[in-house]
């Protein structure tokens, strides 16, 4: 049974700093790994799409890798913004369902 | 114009009634979804249809009935509500079955029952 952990479940930093978030997975026969963001009474949307045999993804400031042997995956978001506190959540694709880690909660303080 | 939408937002009940939640995408993708966010903010699978037709049911219990009348829409409808329904409901859309293709949520229903 696949299961999918984010650490920390919390984190604050000040404007400016980089963001580390990451993702672990205990089976690593996936198909991708997808990370969200979800806004307080909002629905999620996708940031970046991993699929299995890519090592990283790049959008702007963001970049997420992925190493499938060992069943991580980390989100960096450089040069952190207050419109970027949100929940993020990573998810893994098995066999057609997304299995979610509980995700992690930042908040950005100007 | 909202890819993914869905009715209402937020739906308050009493225990034993019926409800139905709707969805609709108009992104032209084949397959839909409905997932279940629980109070511990968990989001897990509940059923997956692919052009219409059902191919993931997640041990969902036979109260919860989802019907999709062409490949833009998927509702679901759910039987002699209980307390436990309660949590936020989020519809899906992907563009096909496979694995190469990220999936498009709406904005959720919060369900809530009394």
């Known amino acids: 049974k696949q299961e999918v952990t984010q650490i920390p479940a919390a984190l604050s930093v000040p404007e400016g700093e980089n963001l580390v978030l990451n993702c672990s997975f205990t089976d690593s026969a996936i198909y991708n790994l997808q990370w969200f963001r979800q806004d307080p009474g909002k629905g999620l949307t996708s940031l970046l799409l991993i699929q299995s045999s890519q090592r990283e993804q790049t959008s702007g400031r963001l970049n997420a890798s992925l190493d499938k042997s060992s069943g991580r995956s980390t989100l960096y978001i450089a040069a952190s913004q207050p419109g970027d506190s949100a929940t993020y959540l990573c998810?893994?694709?098995?066999?057609?369902?997304?299995?979610f880690g509980a995700g992690t909660q930042v908040v950005v303080t100007p | 114009d909202t890819a993914v939408s869905q009715t209402p937002k937020y739906l308050v009940t009493q225990m034993g009634n019926d409800k139905s939640i709707k969805c609709e995408q108009n992104?032209?993708?084949?397959?839909m979804y409905w997932y279940k966010q629980d109070s511990k903010k968990f989001l897990k699978i509940m059923f997956s249809?692919?052009?219409?037709?059902?191919?993931i049911n997640e041990t969902v219990p036979n109260r919860f009935s989802p019907k999709s009348p062409d490949k833009a829409h998927l509702n679901l409808h759910i039987n002699s509500l209980e307390l436990g329904d309660s949590a936020v409901y989020f519809c899906a859309s992907s563009q096909d079955r496979s694995s190469y293709n990220e999936q498009f949520f709406g904005p959720g229903t919060r369900l809530t029952v009394l």
């Open positions: 992104l032209g993708h084949d397959t």
């Open positions: 249809y692919n052009n219409k037709e059902l191919i």
């Open positions: 998810a893994v694709e098995s066999w057609g369902k997304l299995q």
